[in-house]
């Protein structure tokens, strides 16, 4: 695992910190120009160095790739149990599912591919019987999840702030302890590290990043230390 030194940081030049519309489009380009070169080793790097930090017997949490982010699910092979997130439910909210490659998918609430929830009353069939079982037939709970990998626009390493697209579900879903327990990485090109990104109050930190270096844990960072009322994330 790589540590948080390597980590080249852009401060300068951004649009203002308290212009979020700006910076998502900022980031967006910079994402763009910058993955070509760098999703290979981004995914060389999962390869590499992820299968020490997932406990045996819990799933990894992957993401659908929307147009420029990193494409992972080439980890599938390497991984017997894994999982996508879906945005469902009344009232939405942000949910893991058991997935492998084949599996029915049907669109989540923004027309995100996801393991398609069984019917009503229809018999639901897991892929593989994966442990830990999850917390209501289809929906997995957050003990079932080793390891979380969530695509940003932007990431701040000594900040551990994510900026994402606005919807907030991730924030939601680690607000609750269960799921802020469960290691979380955000997945990026190493061009769009940058400091002092703008913070809310509900912004929950992430404990580090993965690049096309590596894999490396926020810097300076403390469980014991609360930011926003709540405790920082134990780096990796």
Known sequence: ??????????????????????????????????MAAAEPGILAAAQRELPELLPA???LGLYWPLQGEPDLRPLAPAHRHLALPAVDGDPPRLQYRPWRPGMPLAPD?????????????????QP???????????????HALGLLLVPALAFDPHSGIRLGYGGG????????PAW????????LPSACLSANLPQEPWDV???????????HGCAGRSASKPENGQPAPTCL
């Open 1 to 34: 695992m790589s540590g948080p030194g390597t980590a080249t940081v852009a401060g300068e030049g951004l649009p203002s910190p308290h212009n979020r519309a700006a910076l998502r489009r900022h980031f967006r380009t910079l994402r763009a120009t910058a």
């Open 57 to 59: 017997d819990h799933h």
């Open 109 to 125: 609430r923004y027309g995100i591919p996801a393991p398609a929830a069984p019917l009503a009353n229809a018999p639901v069939q």
């Open 128 to 142: 593989e019987a994966p442990p830990p079982p999850p917390a209501s037939g289809w929906e997995l709970s957050p």
């Open 169 to 176: 579900w991730y924030d939601r879903l680690r607000a609750d």
């Open 180 to 187: 802020r327990a469960v290691p979380a990485l955000v997945v």
């Open 205 to 215: 930190p992430f404990q580090g990043w993965l690049d096309e270096h590596g894999v």
